[in-house]
């Protein structure tokens, strides 16, 4: 079977040519449209030498012409390499090098940016500038029009015979250093990620073309929150597209925008990256009295969504499906959770494991499945390669047990005694108190449960006694200044006494990353440059 991402999306083309696919920033193109101006595109790139294995950077905020791009790369069997639009020199010059560009597509408010990256990049020969508005001058590098090339080439579908050993590459840069291209067959990361696996039953889909065909009798309306540029996203699009869905983006995230786009468009679907973007939309549901009546479900994954933030959805939308999923760019999808009004996951999101994932404790043992045991989350079948030119990082991610290989990539889950599994959270992240850890999802879902807390990240701090104790940066509501001593006590009826954080700073805003995920080393460097609001040694 062609389980190739260009084949998967052209079955889509060809079940239902006239739907709309992708609508952004006011445009929208038909599957027929998006194939044939993603054809034109590879056929740009083919002239310019690009083939088979070669990597695209896609250097862009959500657009029809990011989803375009990344389509083309996939049809030549050469590779979309995703830059984070807000990396600085040293990040843009070290994924260009390390990505191995041969092109790039990037918007044109970029341009000043890409020049000043050109010169350190000799293996990028070919730039194409995408019109975003912006009056950026990118002639110094010789940038094509993006809509001049499309315009110019060929629209057929005449390639060559794709496999579903390409390479799929997702750059991820996790919550310490310089970002790592994983590395994915395209058949495995459509199992993991795609819709090639049922993710509530496990049962595989049949055939390439049964979820097109699927398709054929109607589909959702989606919109994925997040950026493109992150893998969250990209398979929430993919999925969509290949199952014939319509996908609603904004270009950037906006949570009025979002919601107007949800009334005018009548999304059924709405994907969000946890807390970071499930309050704002909601604070912006309230203030812009929206019809919302088309939404069916909202997904949450990648990221913490907090126990009391759900209630409050589950208030607002009584009526919808509420799942969280979990799972990382290098694992995939490891398991769903749907929440019921009044449900208690307070101490972590509550899944049920796909049937391929498991707890491994340190010696790499898989962990009985009995209640309250803890362990590091594993998943076998269809799992990445490893790391793009790092092999010796990808071997730290990936185990032999039970005779099985597992990619193991660092969170850590309990056994609950119904069969389901909480998350506990990322151990690289774990505090270290006076030998108790203290994952900071947990503490950070307590915190935001009271009502002047918007947003929180946990952190380790120094100490000399303890070697580390929980530290909290903290951002209020807008218009309150939360009572810490109140604070405080209320954490402690949602958590033990030693998770409760004993240095608090008040910032105006937390720093996350595009994603919505956390951003633990601008919490550090933070913490470290400036003085607790209110701090306790003892």
């Not at 990256?117 to 010789?142: I, N």
């Amino acid at each position: 079977m062609a389980l190739n991402i260009a084949d998967l999306l052209e079955h889509a083309v060809d079940a239902v040519p006239d739907r709309t696919a992708v609508i952004c920033g006011g445009r929208s193109v038909t599957y027929a449209q998006l194939d044939e101006r993603a054809n034109a595109l590879a056929h740009h790139l083919a002239a310019q030498g690009v083939g088979t294995g070669d990597h695209i950077g896609v250097y862009s905020r959500n657009s029809i012409e990011m989803i375009e791009t990344m389509f083309a790369a996939y049809k030549l069997r050469a590779i979309a390499i995703n830059v984070n639009y807000r990396y600085v020199h040293g990040e843009l010059t070290y994924l260009f090098d390390n990505a191995d560009l041969v092109a790039l597509v990037h918007e044109r408010q970029y341009s000043d940016r890409v020049a000043a990256v050109l010169p350190e990049a000799p293996k990028l020969k070919h730039v194409l500038v995408v019109e975003d508005g912006s009056d950026a001058d990118y002639s110094a590098y010789g940038g094509i029009d993006y809509e001049q090339a499309v315009a110019q080439s060929s629209r057929d579908r005449d390639f060559a015979e794709r496999s579903p050993d390409d390479l799929y590459i997702l750059y991820t840069g996790g919550t310490t250093g310089y970002p790592k291209g994983v590395m994915w067959r395209h058949e495995d990361v459509w199992r993991a990620l795609g819709g090639g696996i049922d993710f509530v039953t496990g049962e595989y889909v049949p055939d390439e073309w049964t979820l097109a065909e699927q398709g054929k009798q109607g589909a959702l309306v989606r919109l994925p929150a997040a950026p493109l540029i992150h893998g969250a996203a990209q398979w929430a699009a993919f999925g969509a597209l290949f199952a014939g869905g319509t996908v609603v983006f904004v270009p950037q995230f906006d949570a009025h925008e979002i919601w107007r786009q949800v009334q005018q468009h009548k999304v059924q679907v709405l994907t969000i990256v946890g807390d970071a973007m499930a309050r704002p939309l909601l604070d912006a549901y309230h203030e812009g009295g929206y019809d919302a009546s088309s939404i069916v479900a909202i997904s949450s994954h990648a990221a913490l969504f907090s126990h009391s933030v759900k209630q409050e959805y589950l208030a607002t939308f009584p009526n919808i499906v509420l799942t969280d999923a979990i799972g990382s760019s290098e694992s995939g999808f490891t398991g769903i959770g749907m929440m019921a009004k009044d449900a208690d996951h307070s101490a972590g999101p509550r899944v049920n494991f796909g049937k391929d994932a498991v707890l491994l404790d340190d010696d790499n043992r898989i962990v009985e499945r009995k209640p309250g045991a803890v362990g590091r989350i594993g998943r076998r079948g269809h799992v990445p390669l490893g790391y793009y030119k790092d092999p010796a990082k990808s071997e730290t991610i990936f185990v032999e047990a039970g005779g099985a290989r597992y990619v193991v990539p660092g969170d850590w889950a309990r056994y609950e005694e119904d069969g389901t599994v909480t998350l506990l959270g990322r151990g690289s992240q774990c505090v270290n108190t006076g030998g108790e850890k203290v994952f900071p999802e947990e503490v950070e879902g307590a915190l935001k449960s009271h009502p002047d807390v918007f947003d929180a990240l946990v952190l380790g701090v120094p100490d000399e006694r303890l070697g580390q104790r929980v530290g909290a940066i903290v951002q209020a509501r807008p218009g309150r200044r939360p009572d810490l001593a109140a604070v405080e006590a209320h954490v402690r009826t949602q958590v033990a006494g030693y998770k409760v954080p004993r240095s608090i700073w008040l910032v105006d805003e937390i720093g996350r990353l595009p994603s919505g995920k956390p951003d633990y080393p601008w919490a550090q460097r933070h913490a470290a440059a400036h003085p607790p609001t209110v701090s306790q040694t003892q």
